[in-house]
């Protein structure tokens, strides 16, 4: 029976947030710490031909500048950390000054002449595309992958940059909605036999789409804080993960991770941009050692902005062919990803959501990423899949009533069992339980009451949508690493990063429930290098609560044989006698013969070796080898590597039903009614599930109906840097009670069952959204994420110049 | 500022990035790459733009503004502007019901003076330009955004930050004992200034409806969207839940 798994707690950095006291990376300051600031590139796109910083470098108090000259170069495609030579786009940093004040940081920055060669520039990858276009960089326009990506948010290796072009006719084809014939693309797959699938089709659905990207706009920016000691760097960085920087962070500085300390107790928000370690921390950690001073380079709103990482948005084709049954026989999907400078676009993940939502029996993708004078792009909670749901329900709509039926019996028809595939490679998940999510957001929401009721009530139109959210949200293979004190404490070691997902503690109560620890005798330590962290996958992709359940659970096991071993070495027997239970070990058959948790780590650090951690598994990583080293002696150390069987992706995927009322005079959507189910296995923390369920629920209305870059295409500049003009969700825009729900049947591949569910929260919600809006307007499609106010009204009143010709910089 | 444009179509933006851009930068045409070369060329100032319809020139305008926040940054941009940020004075504030004497600059702003100065770092700086309200605190009771006062112009007024609602015992408020019940914050960063607004909103209006709250708190964004999950602290701490 489940003592922790399924049952609220309160994680232990909540209250430090609620009175201030935790510290984010810009809270600390050091004895002698120094302040550095960036200059940033004004233009889209140039040349960097002279720098001229006497007059800056001569004032009282600045202590030196740091370009590019400073650190190892960085090869395009790469996105260094200051431009050497070529500016991509505005806000870009050149270099940084650094002063015993911010103020004469800031000043100096001011006396520094930069000389530049201007270069042409684009802002739309279909321009780009076109014959003629303007390349964003020198070498070319497209990023070109040579190698299999890594895992999102990683830097990408293996890549290069070509100058592709379209013919005129491709351009003005996928403008116009149709396939873009004769497009070059660099990714492509195909499953099946797609012009049969396309001849059993009763009915054919064919459509553009365009989503707009936007910043992650995470509201700590990426300050970060370095100094050093003893051949030691000790970082306070703002990252969404923790010891899975350790090797990145290590080299950008030139070090051996052993001498790394990373300090990253609290991060305010992430959402993506935040995973790995970003280039701009090697300006912090380097500058800092070149002055030997602790040295602070804080980033403003507006630089956060610029180098805090946006979405990726696509100009794209579907067509779609829905046999009369309602199963989809075939897909055809295009994609054109707007890169940003940094070229990486979710195309293959937005093909990867069309696959799950609907099962198609055929399917082909064609792909390609077009650099743009941008901002640069990564992953954003939920990237390709998100932005690919919010444009792909009304679609689907679409095609149900093409051939007359429902469109949540639709979305059922074609859903994802545990028997299912996802992806161009058709890999297994390892389980899948859609319909009946399907089933009970039905119920709860009402879907056929509300099917039943009138439509319209004066200006005011209701719409009825209903969307699927997905996200593959696991990984294997990592380390866990428990020790039981002399105190008879469970200190639970954990290198996952504190995004406020709060499934680093989640994550814990696996090692608590499998050790059978109440949660009060349990410290969770974590947030600094020097707390003896194991090797941990990065806190992205919703990986988090499959990924580190597992580890710690085969890290309590590894502490239960060890228990075991211990009890039956001093209280004969072999160890398949013992049990455990009330924090102690003993015999099965004799209950009162055994030791407790604190006898039994004593009698570990007596023996030694495997037991007090002096010995380790041969197939741990080096970090968390360096982690137990650190501990050895100090207790009974549990540490495993995941190596539980299984395959398949373990899937998190959300159904939304939403209800809105429309003003048909002001264009102004009001929810009435959001509902969500989740297929996430077992829920482990039900508070934290709501955090997640509502949170993304805002970033879904954001995507639907407000977020989106804006740059102008004459001057390259950028119109809506600051959040009031590129609107996150406030209280006001999303004045809703979600009403929420999960299947909550067990993942088999996990002992705890839990799946994650972070990114689908989102895409569930925006694709709910925008199938009500479409569903208000007779079932209009507006081929658009967001689709705003003012593309309401433009449509309303019979002008559709706004979500036309798939504009990615639409006023 | 030395602003030469040789290609008529650098103009605009040449213009743009200059006039609002602290750094001082020059454009040379992709034609003259060489330094030397660019001034030994006949040049113009460009005060014309044959390109520039009124319809751009108003998006530029608009546009310069962003330009310029992108060099320099705007952060503490009031306290840079004369350099040194202006004659540092000692004054007396009282935060948290204590008097604190320290030195000011008249340029400077609460936010500031409360992390860096008092160390109170609870008071988050989120964006510094009266966005997101993760600056928050209450100036004679009522929500300021502390990005957004001078600290001069609060000497004689009593200051509440996030370090100073729980009781002096340790007993957190009602409102922090409610978050904590509800899971509120996510990320964390932007919930003192959730507290504050909070605190003055129960204050005020002991019993608020959701729809109040939401209006009394819709000055503090929250980027991971825990909306909700404030909201119905709001009303837990009003005992309207339990």
């Not at chain 1, 170069?73 to 431009?83: E, K, S």
């Not at chain 1, 006396?111 to 303007?134: N, T, Y």
């Not at chain 1, 062919?321 to 940003?340: F, Q, R, T, W, Y």
Request: proline letters at 6%; glycine letters at 12%; one cysteine or more.
């Amino acid at each position: 029976m489940s003592t922790h798994i399924g049952f609220d707690f309160t994680p232990p950095d909540v209250p430090g947030k609620v009175t201030g006291e935790i510290k984010y990376a810009e809270d600390y300051k050091r004895e002698g710490m120094v302040f550095a600031r960036l200059l940033t590139s004004p233009l889209p796109s140039g040349r960097v031909v002279g720098i001229d910083a006497t007059e800056a470098l001569r004032m009282d108090g600045v202590l030196g500048i740091f370009t590019a000259d400073d650190l190892p170069p960085v090869a395009p495609p790469g996105n260094p950390a200051l431009a050497s030579e070529y500016v991509s786009f505005v806000g870009q940093p050149i270099l940084a000054v650094a002063a015993i004040t911010e103020e004469i940081a800031e000043s100096a920055i001011e006396k520094i002449r930069v000389d530049f060669e201007r270069r042409p520039f684009v802002v739309d990858p279909l321009e780009s595309l076109s014959p003629g276009g303007a390349n964003a960089y020198p070498e070319g326009n497209t990023l070109v992958r040579t190698q299999e990506e890594g895992p999102e948010g990683t830097p990408i290796r293996g890549a290069e940059i070509r100058d592709i072009k379209w013919p005129q006719s491709a351009i003005d084809a996928l403008r116009a909605g149709k396939e873009p014939a004769g497009g070059e693309f660099t990714t492509e797959w195909t499953f099946g036999d797609l012009d049969a699938g396309f001849a059993e089709a009763a009915a054919i659905v064919e459509e553009p789409f365009v989503t707009i990207g936007y910043p992650h706009h995470s509201l700590e920016s990426r300050t970060c804080m370095a100094y050093w000691e003893n051949g030691k760097c000790y970082f306070h960085g703002s990252s969404q993960s923790q010891s899975a920087n350790d090797n990145g962070l290590a080299r950008m500085l030139d070090i051996d991770p052993a001498n790394l300390i990373f300090i990253n107790e609290a991060t305010g928000g992430g959402f993506g941009s935040k995973i790995g370690p970003y280039p701009y921390m090697a300006i912090s950690g380097n500058f800092a050692k070149r002055l030997n001073r602790p040295l602070q380079l804080r980033i403003t709103r507006e630089q956060e902005f610029y180098i805090g990482s946006a979405r990726s948005g696509m100009q794209g084709w579907i067509r779609m062919g829905v046999k009369e049954n309602g199963k989809v026989s075939a897909i055809d999907l295009v994609v054109v990803n707007d890169g940003g400078m940094t070229g990486a676009g979710s195309g293959n993940s937005s093909a990867q959501h069309v696959t799950v939502a609907y099962q198609p029996e055929n399917m082909r993708f064609r792909g390609i990423s077009v650099y743009t004078n941008t901002t640069p792009r990564g992953a954003q909670r939920g990237p390709g899949q998100n932005e690919m749901a919010a444009v792909l329900a009304p679609i689907a709509d679409k095609a149900a009533k093409a051939i007359g039926m429902d469109r949540v019996a639709f979305r059922r028809i074609n859903a994802i069992d545990s028997g299912g595939f996802q992806g161009g490679g058709q890999g297994p998940v390892t389980s899948a339980f859609v319909r009946e999510a399907l089933d009970q957001g039905m119920r709860t929401f009402g879907w056929a009451e509300k099917n039943a009721l009138a439509k319209q009530n004066g200006s005011k139109v209701r719409g009825l949508g209903v969307g699927i959210g997905y996200h593959g949200a696991g990984g294997r293979g990592y380390d866990g690493l428990v020790r039981i004190g002399p105190d008879g404490r469970l200190y639970i070691h954990s290198g996952v990063g504190n995004l406020g997902t709060y499934s680093y503690a989640g994550t814990c109560r696996a090692a608590a429930e499998a050790l059978q620890v109440p949660w009060e005798r349990c410290e969770i330590l974590r947030g600094r290098t020097d707390n003896h962290l194991p090797h941990s996958s990065g806190q992205g992709g919703s990986n988090t609560i499959f990924t580190h359940t597992r580890t710690n659970w085969v890290a309590a096991q590894d502490a239960i044989t060890k228990l075991k071993e211990i009890a039956a070495q001093d209280l004969g027997g072999a160890p398949e006698d013992y049990t455990i239970g009330d924090e102690r070990v003993f015999a099965s058959a004799e209950p009162g013969r055994g030791l407790t948790y604190a006898q039994a780590a004593a009698r570990a650090i007596e023996l030694g070796g495997k037991f007090s951690g002096e010995e380790y598994p041969d197939d741990i990583n080096p970090i968390t080898q360096r982690a137990v080293q650190g501990l050895a002696g100090s207790g009974l150390i549990g540490v495993a590597k995941d190596n539980i069987p299984g395959e398949g992706q373990p899937p998190g995927i959300l159904v939304g039903f939403c209800e809105i009322e429309l003003d048909k005079d002001t264009g102004k959507i009001e929810i009435l009614d959001y509902t969500a189910i989740a297929d996430c296995g077992t829920v482990v923390h039900p508070k934290n599930f709501e955090n997640a369920m509502r949170g993304g629920a805002v970033w879904g209305v954001g995507l639907a109906a407000f977020e989106r870059h804006v740059y102008d295409p004459q001057n390259g500049l950028p119109a809506n840097t600051g959040l009031y003009q590129s609107k996150p969700p406030t209280y006001l825009d999303v004045n809703v009670e979600t009403k929420m729900g999960a299947v909550n049947i067990p993942d088999p591949q996990n002992p705890t069952g839990g799946r994650g569910i972070g990114e689908p929260t989102q895409g569930a919600a925006a694709a709910a959204l925008a199938s009500a809006i479409s569903d208000a307007l007779d079932g209009h499609v507006f081929n658009t994420a967001p689709t705003t106010t003012d593309m309401i009204i433009n449509h309303l009143a019979g002008n559709d110049y706004s979500t036309k010709y798939l504009k990615t910089n639409t006023f | 500022m030395l602003v030469r444009c040789i290609s008529q179509d650098l103009i605009l933006t040449s213009h743009l990035a200059y006039d609002a851009e602290p750094t001082r930068v020059r454009v040379l045409s992709p034609r003259n790459t060489d330094r030397h070369a660019f001034h030994n060329k006949k040049t113009e100032h460009c005060s014309v733009n044959l390109q520039l319809t009124r319809r751009r020139f108003i998006k530029g305008v608009i546009f310069s503004g962003a330009a310029a926040t992108s060099g320099a940054g705007v952060y503490l941009a009031a306290n840079a502007q004369s350099g040194n940020g202006g004659m540092e004075r000692l004054i007396s504030l009282t935060i948290n019901g204590r008097t604190r004497r320290v030195d000011v600059p008249p340029t400077e702003t609460l936010a500031n003076t409360l992390r860096y100065r008092l160390n109170l770092t609870g008071t988050k700086i989120g964006c510094n330009r009266g966005e997101c309200g993760a600056c928050t605190v209450l100036i004679d009771g009522v929500p300021n955004y502390a990005c957004s006062v001078l600290t001069h112009n609060i000497k004689a007024k009593q200051v509440l930050s996030i370090e100073g609602v729980k009781a002096d015992d340790g007993t957190l408020h009602a409102v922090q004992q409610a978050f904590i019940a509800e899971n509120a914050p996510q990320c964390g960063f932007c919930t003192p200034g959730q507290v504050m607004s909070a605190v003055a909103l129960l204050a005020n209006n002991p019993r608020p409806t959701k729809a109040e709250a939401a209006q009394a708190m819709s000055g503090n964004l929250c980027r991971c969207g825990a909306y909700e999950h404030y909201l119905n602290g709001v009303l837990r701490a009003s005992g309207q839940i339990a």
